[in-house]
């Protein structure tokens, strides 16, 4: 595209991160909220990537996903038009994709059925709201640094051009024909993404026409043919998120990841609700990370059970201890304010439960407040992140 901008709207460019289909992704300063963005150039052609359905569809769509608030779902701050180009401005985080951790290997079962999960609860949230994701491929699923699965931009029905060749085994056999497209479109991307990382390979192979037959036509082997051990269990219930037919698939993404509870045997340990809402709960053995310094998170923990230590790096020597954190004490709080990295390690001092807290749940919450009093709490924070760095300043200066 050859976009020599230096400034889109009231955001400052300030690097290139990468160029895709869908146009030029640039980290960005936002001078009103003081944070870093990623922001999305978009190209200017209409039918491709988020400006299938035109620029009024592609304004539908950022409007609603920016009503979505899920600790597994990229946040949406915003879009507009800046010198004839239409942008899009979201959360930036420190994270690798999808892709990135399959082009390792296969992770263990466990960890798979643990991102499936995440992005299932993005899908199951998302298409409560009326939106589909249409396009879900190891492109579009971030991991950070704390595990947790952030699904990008729902922008619904995708056009087989506006998918890049090496993800387009993720489509499901409607998309590749052009049909109507709905939630079990989704279910059965997130089944690919699924048998992806239990077998190592794609359910369909190959390019072209041929890819495009194999995707329509042919039945995919179980996954545990090419996995290894424990693989075997979830065969039939990944199969059938993989069904040709949208009729024989799981009818909502909660269906599939309720099957898939059944199918690991796991009955997981309910949370009890704060004013209506569930939070998640993480169990960590001692010596455990709970984040690291620099990390960009979007959630806090209450610590439940157990202690967590909070330490700076030591350089040469030995981390130094800041803090000693135990049961009723929240860790990593400022994270429910806004994207700035850790400013310190977190480690389980002992076997530990935490309950999460997501930022978007939590700023929910905020946003019920009065503004006198959600602007207090901003400034305060703000406070104790400038001793924060005074303290790191100094250190550095007795070091």
């Given amino acids: ?68 608030h899920h600790p597994n779902i990229l946040t949406t701050h915003g879009h507009g038009e800046s010198s004839g180009h239409l942008y899009l401005v979201t959360e930036l985080l420190e994270a690798r994709t999808l892709g990135a951790l399959i ?28 939106l589909l994701h249409g396009g879900l491929t190891p492109s579009e699923v971030l991991l950070s640094g704390e595990g947790t699965v952030k699904v990008k931009a729902f922008w619904g029905a995708r056009r087989l051009a506006a998918v890049a060749e090496a993800e387009r085994p993720y489509l499901a056999p409607e998309q590749v024909v052009g049909g109507a497209i709905d939630a079990r479109t989704d279910v059965y991307a997130a089944g690919a993404l699924l048998y992806r990382l239990l077998a190592g390979v794609a359910p369909c192979r190959g390019r072209g026409p041929a890819l495009i037959d194999q995707i329509k036509r042919n039945a995919p082997r179980p996954p545990s043919v090419f996995g290894g051990e424990g693989v075997a269990t979830f065969d039939e219930v990944v199969l059938q998120a993989l069904a040709k037919r949208p009729q024989d698939r799981f009818p909502s993404a909660t269906a ?7 199918a690991s045997g796991v009955v997981e340990k309910p949370v009890a609700p704060a004013h209506g809402r569930s939070f998640g709960r993480r169990r960590l053995a001692v010596g455990d990370m709970v984040f ?33 954190l135990g049961r009723g004490e929240i860790v990593g709080e400022m994270a429910l304010v806004d994207d700035h990295p850790r400013m310190a390690d977190a480690v389980a001092a002992e076997d530990a439960e935490l309950v999460v807290i997501p930022r978007g749940e939590f700023r929910q919450r905020l946003e019920r407040m009065d503004k006198v009093t959600l602007r207090l709490i901003e400034v305060l924070v703000g406070r104790l992140r400038n001793m924060a760095e005074e303290v790191t300043a100094l250190k550095s200066v007795v070091e």
């Fill in 1 to 68: 595209m050859g976009v020599t901008l230096r400034s889109v709207g009231r955001y400052r460019l300030a690097s290139l991160i990468e160029r895709t289909l869908q146009g030029e992704l640039y980290k960005a300063f936002d001078p009103a909220e003081r944070r870093f963005v990623a922001l999305l150039l978009l190209r200017r052609q209409e039918g491709a990537g988020p400006l299938a359905g035109g620029r009024g569809a592609f304004e539908a769509a950022a409007e609603a996903a920016a009503a979505l």
């Fill in 103 to 130: 082009d390792e290997g296969c992770p263990a079962p466990k960890r798979a059925l643990g991102i499936a999960r995440q992005i299932l609860a993005a899908l199951a949230h998302a298409h409560a709201a009326g």
């Fill in 256 to 262: 599939f990841a309720e099957a898939l509870q059944r």
């Fill in 292 to 324: 690291r310094e620099g990390d960009i998170g979007d959630c806090a923990y209450l610590i439940a059970e157990g202690s967590v230590q909070i330490t700076k790096g030591g350089g040469a020597g030995a981390p130094i201890v800041l803090a000693t």
